[in-house]
């Protein structure tokens, strides 16, 4: 949308479509503000942050702007399929979670649908008796409500089959992070950090790819590209004080990675120490590049930037050992 970013003290027909959007998702603004970004929109716009896993800072960027879009969709509102650009949206998560919860492996509830989801959606058609056209249309849609009703006494976990899947995935690979491939990425500020860590990773046999794109969609794509075991991002938080560990988490759901939450908490064990600072917690979020990362993901927030200038060394030793211990032990 033209006009992003939103933010307090904003006007005119951009806020009163975004306040007409927040409505629609159950996040009401005051009448009287309507078409003024006042302070209960800037509220309903941070409750609506918090709960679908962005940074809540009030502001409607374009990562919110396009989190808000997809939080309208509802299952049947349109056809779903394999697309290109992807299709995303909280329809496509509850496809997802349907077809999981009857045994399909659509891959975790992100609400992108890629080619996991396809082959799952196929799959469920061919078993079901349906066209097989790997299109969500109203015939998949009832046959889906009709089978979920069916099942609807069992003890399966809806996102049991993706999770599940990670767990055997991690088991199996290499118990060490010689020959790892480990992607690296920052947002500005933190190249002598990112080098750093790169040195201490490498000095455990990894191969350390430090990634130049400073916007999180590009950092994913390019961690997709090169194949990465695992990425580490590192953000520099100017006006605070301490240090926490982002890993992916569904917004509307119980899903989680268990490799990424495995990492943020061997990370917050050490950071907070390495730096002399506050424990902000490993915290499950939907940051972009947590989901749209095909790997283990981490994001490691950490402040104040002055302070971790000064323990750069600390600070990479810390990721490496977490790394490493990761790596012998990740879920």
């Known amino acids: 949308m033209h006009g992003l970013p939103l933010s307090r003290g904003d006007d005119g027909d951009a806020v009163r479509d975004l306040q007409l959007r927040l409505s629609a998702v159950g996040f009401d603004v005051v009448p009287g503000e309507l078409g003024v970004f006042g302070d209960s929109t800037a509220l ?53 979670r349907r077809l999981g919860a009857l045994g399909f492996d659509a891959g975790r509830v992100d609400g992108i649908f890629g080619a996991r ?5 196929v799959d469920f058609q061919r078993n079901a008796g349906l066209t097989v056209d790997g299109i969500c249309g109203p015939a998949t849609l009832a046959s889906l409500a009709r089978l979920g009703r069916r099942d609807s006494t ?55 790819m430090a990634l130049s794109e400073p916007d999180e969609l590009d950092q994913a794509e390019a961690a997709n590209a090169l194949g990465a075991d695992v990425f580490v991002g590192l953000t520099l938080e100017p006006g605070a004080s301490g240090a926490s560990t982002a890993y992916w988490r569904s917004p509307r759901h ?8 495995r990492l943020a908490e061997l990370l917050q064990a050490r950071l907070p120490v390495a730096l002399g600072v506050a424990d902000g917690g490993a915290v499950g979020m939907s940051l972009p590049v947590l989901r749209e990362t095909r790997m283990t993901a981490v994001v490691c927030r950490l402040g104040p930037p002055a302070t971790v200038v000064e323990h750069t060394a600390a600070v990479a030793g810390a990721v490496a050992v977490a790394l490493d211990e990761w790596a012998r032990e990740p879920c």
């Open 254 to 261: 119980a899903s989680a990675s268990s490799g990424g939450r």
């Open 44 to 96: 309903a716009l941070e409750a609506f942050q918090v709960r679908r896993g962005l940074r809540p800072d009030a502001v409607c960027g374009a990562q919110t702007w396009a989190s808000l879009v997809e939080a309208g969709f509802r299952l049947g509102d349109r056809l779903l399929y394999e697309a290109r650009p992807m299709l995303r949206g909280d329809d496509v998560a509850d496809l997802q």
């Open 117 to 121: 989801t396809a082959r799952s959606l």
């Open 154 to 208: 069992s003890d399966l976990d809806p996102v049991s089959v993706s999770e599940v899947r990670e767990r055997e995935l991690l088991r199996h690979g290499p118990r060490t992070l010689l020959g790892r491939t480990v992607a690296l990425g920052h947002q500005g500020g933190a190249d002598a950090l990112l080098a750093a860590v790169a040195r201490a990773i490498g000095g455990a046999g990894a191969k350390a």
